[in-house]
């Protein structure tokens, strides 16, 4: 039976350092990752920025930005063929942005899913066929900033967990292969959030083949719900964050094998990002990162140790840690009232703030905020202060 190769890679958005790299010379952001990319027969990328600012940025809890036209070129050459646009940056510069981005992916024979003028858009699979294999691929995020999209307003596929795992159920008979992206889950933390735990093993029931994470921008985990694989954090791709944090620095994509009895094989090929492209770990680099992942996934094996590791951020987080936060967004609301206003919304409205204050504040009540395993709470304070050296 004839089998084919997909390829899945995270958060991708044509910034910062490597803005103009990637209008010069387009290829050359992915390094020595490219060959694997180009021996792809079908491959998808989070795409994290629309690539037209027509009217400037928008206001929001965090930042904004926008790639350029030109930069549509680094997509071709990496062989993309279709973008994941359910998530947070897709909207930065507003529906005009993403109606000329749309246009241009249009335009260029890329495809894009998870986002829309109305929920029915955004709530719509990619549906794709390689060599007479027939597959979905339902996306799914958190809406932040208010921007998941309804019937009557533009935005992207809202956290709608037993929408989605209907509408994996109802699809089932109609696909060989039934993928999930979801761009959630809590910024910069080694385990995932609680509640994005408890909603892949939802979809898995469902019928998912594969289901893979994004928007952390570090790397977390994978176990299996059954037969099916939950990737929880891919970390970042081409993404440029002008930090030294080691973690942010590292990220995988995914090479998956199928054919039409389902998912065959599945690998994660780690990377790390320079200040001018992305590259393959050498053999000591992957050996550590080989270890590393064990020791992310083990806690995923079961409900009950993901709740620990879970906890484990909460803890590292601490009492302090939530009142430094409090007086952040009270000095940016004197300071920049709007700014501080979208940043109060979303802890109120997104879903990866609001369980962690939720979860926080009522561990705190009841006295439990420092229990957790210390091993756990110690990977936790590692990815947030390990630089690379």
Request: charged share 25%; proline share 4%.
């Amino acid at each position: 039976m004839d089998k084919v190769k997909i390829l899945f890679a995270s958060d991708w958005a044509p910034i910062r350092g490597f803005s103009q790299i990637m209008k010069e010379k387009p290829e050359a952001v992915y390094g020595d990752l490219l060959p694997h990319m180009l021996n792809a027969d079908y491959s998808i990328v989070n795409m994290e920025a629309p690539l037209c600012c027509p009217k400037g940025l928008i206001t929001k809890s965090g930042a904004a930005f926008s790639g350029e036209a030109e930069h549509i070129q680094a997509l071709k050459a990496g062989n993309f063929k279709a973008v994941v646009c359910a998530n947070n940056h897709t909207f930065d510069s507003g529906l005009e942005g993403f109606r000329e981005t749309q246009t241009l992916l249009r335009d260029n024979q890329i495809a894009s899913v998870g986002a829309g003028e109305n929920i029915f858009e955004a709530r719509k699979e990619l549906a794709f066929e390689v060599n007479g294999i027939k597959f979905a691929l339902f996306v799914i995020s958190e809406g932040e900033d208010m921007l998941g999209a309804t019937e009557n307003s533009f935005g992207v596929r809202p956290w709608e967990v037993e929408k989605l795992a209907e509408d994996i159920r109802q699809a089932r008979a109609r696909y060989d292969i039934i993928l999930v992206s979801a761009h959630c889950g809590l910024e910069y933390q080694p385990y995932p959030s609680f509640y994005v735990y408890e909603a892949f093993k939802l979809w898995s029931e469902a019928g998912a083949d594969m289901i893979i994470g994004h928007h952390p921008h570090v790397p977390q985990g994978m176990t299996c719900f059954g037969k099916t694989p939950a990737y929880f954090s891919l970390g970042n791709f081409v993404f440029y964050q002008p930090v030294k944090f080691f973690h942010r620095k590292t990220g995988y994509f995914l090479e998956i094998e199928a054919d039409k009895s389902g998912i065959v094989s599945h690998k994660a090929v780690p990377y790390r990002i320079e200040a001018e492209n992305l590259r393959l770990l050498n053999e000591q680099e992957k050996a550590d990162f080989e270890t590393l992942f064990a020791q992310l996934s083990a806690p995923l094996s079961n409900r009950e140790t993901a709740k620990q590791a879970w906890n484990a951020v909460l803890a590292c987080n601490g009492v302090q840690g939530f009142r430094d936060e409090l007086e952040r967004i009270l000095k940016t609301m004197q300071e920049t009232p709007a700014k501080g206003a979208a940043m109060l919304r979303n802890r109120v409205t997104c879903i990866q703030h609001r369980s962690q204050w939720i979860d926080g504040m009522t561990r705190i009540m009841d006295g439990t905020i420092d229990s957790a395993p210390s091993e756990m709470v110690e990977m936790v304070r590692e990815f947030l202060t390990r630089e690379i050296s």
